[in-house]
């Protein structure tokens, strides 16, 4: 029974947040292989009505691309009276698009504490990590909740070239790395910005998104990749009315002077427009092989074919097979085992669900030679702990500040990298005083996680902002964990020295000695 | 990573601090009277500012005499003029840095051009990665050169002797030698619950071991406990006005107190972004600018602030590769090559742009895009620590394997 009780543990530790109260129970009695067959098919998992009422009430959670760009983007239209939009009619503007991103961060925090998909969670995490986008870039910050809405969530154990032509079709990407305005040099769409060539999303897209650094492209397939890649943007507004093309920026700012008419244009819309005229029709030759340019509509074609390449070559099932190890396994996991999940993605056509399978399957991340090993994540460090308390959150404020905080802001990853998963990337000095700091306060029940939401003090851009004012955020009093029910739900993972410690302190201090105990702060 | 602290062992180090501690008591004070001019700096300090994300070097010192650079750039190209800097009869500096003017002038600043990694990359995390692991082209490199220079350098270890800003520990000061971070912006003297005792002792209880969270803890604990420390009058000061801002120039302010506070401080780093201009990357005025104007009023606030103790530090700020020399379609700029490394501080022998300047016309262009690198990072770097911190070869070697031997011209960066 340890033994069980330990792989148990393991399971809930690497496949979702840790336990919350009873999860260790509910496990073993299930057994682990049909737990984890279960949150393999998460859709056969029900989500519990409060947290489906809980998203039902972010309303901005449903809205296209488009729709929040209309509701809160730039106010670019003319107010009523003629002249420009004032300083305070943008400042105005910005205020009221805090509630976007603010969304976007509740609705994910809210999912990964309280969803018994757990596994879909990580996944979510796993994906929008390597797909990054930034909160922080113009008006990403109010399309990474659509992002995640349409492009990733969908996909998450999926197919990887769905997810893959996801990604490369959404507003959050392409104005992320640039595409939008990658234009062939005098083509007919020249105009504006749109100049010529820009190679930032061809580069990441086969040294992040698809083959590795390693995976064998040069620079010559960087351009290349660019220039099929032409064209790949945004819906212009004459398209989204269906009148004959005229070249005005996306969304085409002149219908922001009729905004209701916009926003029925843009329901039910995709963002995404292949623009032809600004598409370069040549011949190119990517990874040795020779895609013939297509004039007119046919054009995004060659860029489909292009994902289809990427999708399919070998570099990309081994790039994904090691970072998906890595994310769940081992900081530098076994070579035979991502060998066998790279095989697995080619023969299964890059089905993520059967290589996460044969990985939660493989003896490497049964071995409990790795059990609770690894330096959790700060967002994994974070949530584990809200989930342990069992604290129902209405506010998720300070959460998102302690993640700010401790270096991985949610969606504030800057770099198309996205953050690092290992040890060594988050074990400092200040890690773990700020961890622990945490600990005390979220056991002493002190965070005020029950509070009401307030978007408006929420800076999605300036994450570090809210978490320097952290302090602030105490409550004076408040309703300690109870320290029993909390070890209880973590399980049977404390050394002796620390129930030891535990027992011999005050019990408002004890479930922040467990929370931030090296046992915590392991997985 | 952590490692085994060397705190409890009285190792070479200590005895060779000791030794030198000794020696600044002795009535010879000959050479250089560094030490007699400025009696509170004991060490020779370097802060490295990392700008990651590729700065477009050929902005912020624009090779003005140079007749291919405007063409290459229509909408983008700093000219001369509009409050730009004139810094020689060939280059020029960004007008957003007017800042370092007075540098310039008074010869505490300097430029390397044409600088860079010999590694060919356009990847930014492979770039950063072997800039700051200090072996271009090698991935298996565990540890970051300003870690191995910690290790090389003399004196005892104690917990803020290296210091990173920021929530995590970057690449370049990873290794070995134990490392503090500190919080940036106004958390850095935030208060801890650990300041509490009861709290402490029984957290204490919990991290004893000889393990790498233990020695985290302990390094942390201690590193708050200094820099509270330090920034005592820092926190009085901000308290009696209004908040200082957040960014570059609260850090740079707290790392100045810490110093004077704390003068076996010997090597400190930053780490900023928001440099990867693809798109609209503005000229005299924009987006870069915006970007290079805080950097350079924090330099000119650190310099300010460290007072007697910038005679003995210099600030390097490099940057993973430069941009392409042409500008692209979207009046921004692509992953480059070579780039501009900066240079400042009392010992810099400044006033000059350093390097061999390769030219912009097409044929002599690396990959006939970027600016080809003439001067190797690690020569560059390698040129100030020796002068500077007093490395000899063999410890360069530590700090930089494999190192391509050094010109006359670069070695002449630091004064003697």
């Known amino acids: 029974m ?65 729709e929040t760009f209309v509701t809160y983007g730039p106010p670019s239209y003319r107010p009523p009276g003629g002249g420009k939009p004032t300083a305070d009619d943008l400042k105005a503007a910005i205020e009221k698009g805090r509630v976007v991103p ?107 998104h698809t083959l590795g650094v390693n995976g064998g492209y040069t620079q010559d397939d960087v351009v290349n990749l660019a220039r099929i890649l032409t064209g790949w943007g945004f819906a212009r507004r004459d398209e989204n009315e269906g009148r004959p093309r ?164 949610l969606y504030g990853c800057q770099t198309p990298d996205g953050f690092k998963c290992t040890t060594d990337a988050w074990l400092n000095a200040d890690a773990m005083t700020r961890r622990i700091s945490f600990a005390v306060a979220l056991g002493a029940g002190r965070l005020p996680l029950d509070a009401d939401p307030d978007p408006q003090g929420f800076n999605a851009r300036r994450p570090e902002r809210m978490a320097e004012k952290e302090p602030a955020f105490l409550k004076a009093n408040g309703t300690p964990v109870a320290t029993s029910t909390l070890m209880t739900t973590l399980g049977d993972r404390f050394s002796q020295t620390t129930v030891g410690a535990v027992n011999a302190a005050a019990p408002p201090l004890q479930p922040g000695l467990l929370l931030g105990s090296p046992e915590f702060m392991k997985c | 990573m952590m490692h085994p602290s060397r705190l409890a062992i009285p190792s070479r180090r200590r005895l ?27 060490g020779k300090r370097l802060v490295v500012v990392f700008l990651r994300g590729a700065v477009d070097g050929l902005s912020v010192v624009p090779p003005w005499g140079d007749p291919d650079y405007e063409e290459a750039r229509p909408t983008i190209a700093i000219r001369r003029g509009g409050g730009a800097i004139d810094l020689d009869d060939r280059f020029g500096l960004h007008p957003a840095l007017a800042a370092l003017t007075p540098f310039w002038q008074d010869r505490s600043l300097a430029f390397i051009h044409a600088c860079g990694s010999p590694d060919q990359t356009r990847s930014h995390f492979d770039a950063q990665d072997y800039m700051e692991s200090g072996t271009p082209g090698v991935k298996t490199t565990m540890d970051g050169w300003m870690n191995r220079l910690l290790g090389v350098l003399p004196g005892p270890r104690h917990s803020t002797e290296a210091i990173a800003f920021g929530p995590t520990m970057p690449r370049i000061l990873s290794g070995k030698q134990n490392v503090a971070n500190v919080p940036l912006g106004r958390g850095a003297n935030a208060p801890s619950v650990l300041d509490r005792p009861v709290i402490n002792a029984a957290f204490d209880q919990l991290y004893t071991g000889n393990d790498p969270l233990s020695h985290a803890y302990k390094e942390g604990l201690a590193a708050h406990k200094a820099v509270l ?26 790392l100045a107190t810490m110093i004077k506070q704390d003068p076996t401080i010997d090597l400190a780093f930053f780490a900023l972004g928001g440099w990867d201009t693809h798109i609209n990357q503005g000229a005299a005025e924009g987006q870069l600018a915006n970007h290079l104007k805080p950097l350079g009023d924090g330099l000119a606030v650190l310099a300010r602030d460290l007072g007697s103790a910038y005679g003995d530090t210099v600030i390097l700020v490099i940057s993973e590769f430069g941009r392409t020399v042409h500008e692209n379609g979207n009046r921004g700029t692509d992953h480059g090559h070579g780039n501009v490394m900066w240079v ?65 011209d670069i070695t002449g960066i630091i004064r003697v």
């Not at chain 1, 067959?37 to 449903?62: E, F």
């Not at chain 1, 085992?337 to 993520?352: H, K, P, R, W």
Request: aromatic share 8%; charged share 20%; proline share 6%.
């Open chain 1, 2 to 66: 340890t033994q069980d009780g330990a792989l148990v543990r393991h399971v809930i530790d690497r496949v979702g947040y840790g336990p919350r109260a009873g999860d260790l129970d509910l496990i073993a009695s299930r057994g682990v292989d049909r737990w984890l067959d279960d949150q393999i098919n998460p859709s056969a998992i029900a989500i519990p009505a409060d947290l489906t009422r809980h998203l039902d009430s972010l309303a901005t959670l449903r809205m296209t691309p488009t």
């Open chain 1, 102 to 208: 603010a969304e976007a961060v509740e609705a994910r925090l809210l999912r990964a504490i309280s969803s018994p998909r757990q596994l879909e969670e990580r996944m979510v995490e796993f994906w929008f990590n390597h797909f990054n986008v930034f909160v922080g870039k113009g008006l990403d910050r109010l399309w990474v909740g659509a992002y995640e809405q349409e492009a990733i969530r969908p996909h998450v154990l999926g197919k990887f070239r769905d997810l893959l032509g996801a990604t490369a079709k959404h507003p959050a990407m392409l104005f992320y790395l640039d595409n939008w305005q990658n234009t062939a040099p005098g083509s007919p769409g020249v105009r504006g910005d749109f100049q010529g060539l820009n190679e930032n999303y061809a580069r990441e897209l086969m040294e992040l």
């Open chain 1, 246 to 409: 005229r070249r005005l920026g996306f969304f085409g700012r002149a219908l922001m002077e009729r905004p209701s008419a916009m926003r029925a244009v843009a329901r039910g819309r995709r963002a995404f427009y292949f623009d032809p005229d600004r598409h370069d029709t040549g011949t190119k030759t990517l990874l040795g092989r020779a895609i013939p340019g297509r004039r007119g509509d046919d054009g995004v074609a060659e860029g489909e074919e292009a994902l289809d390449m990427l999708a399919q070559a070998p570099a990309t099932a081994r790039h994904i097979s090691y970072q998906l190890a890595q994310f769940f396994v081992a900081d530098a996991p076994d070579p035979a085992l991502v060998e066998t999940m790279a095989n697995t993605f080619q023969s299964s056509g890059g089905d993520i669900k059967a290589v996460v399978r044969v990985m939660l399957w493989s003896a490497a991340f049964r071995d409990p030679a790795i059990y609770a090993t690894r330096f959790k994540t700060p967002y994994h460090y974070v949530l584990s702990a809200v989930r342990a308390t069992g604290i129902e959150v209405r506010n998720i404020k300070p959460l998102y500040g302690m993640l700010a905080q401790l270096g991985q802001p």
């Open chain 2, 16 to 42: 060779l601090k000791a030794a030198a501690a000794g020696a600044v008591l002795m009535p010879f004070a000959g050479g250089r009277a560094w030490a007699a001019s400025n009696p509170d700096s004991r």
């Open chain 2, 229 to 254: 420390a330090d920034l005592q009058t820092d926190m009085a000061a901000a308290d009696n006005g209004a908040p200082s801002p957040i960014g570059f120039d609260t850090d740079v302010q707290h």
């Open chain 2, 344 to 408: 400042m501080g009392g010992p810099v022998a400044g006033g000059k742009v350093y390097g061999a300047w390769p030219g912009l016309s097409t044929e002599v262009l690396h990959d006939g895009r970027d600016l080809a690198v003439t001067t190797d990072f690690r020569t560059a770097v390698g040129a100030v620590l020796a002068g500077h911190m007093g490395l000899t070869d063999a410890q360069l070697d530590q700090v930089f394997p494999e190192r391509p031997t050094m010109s006359a």
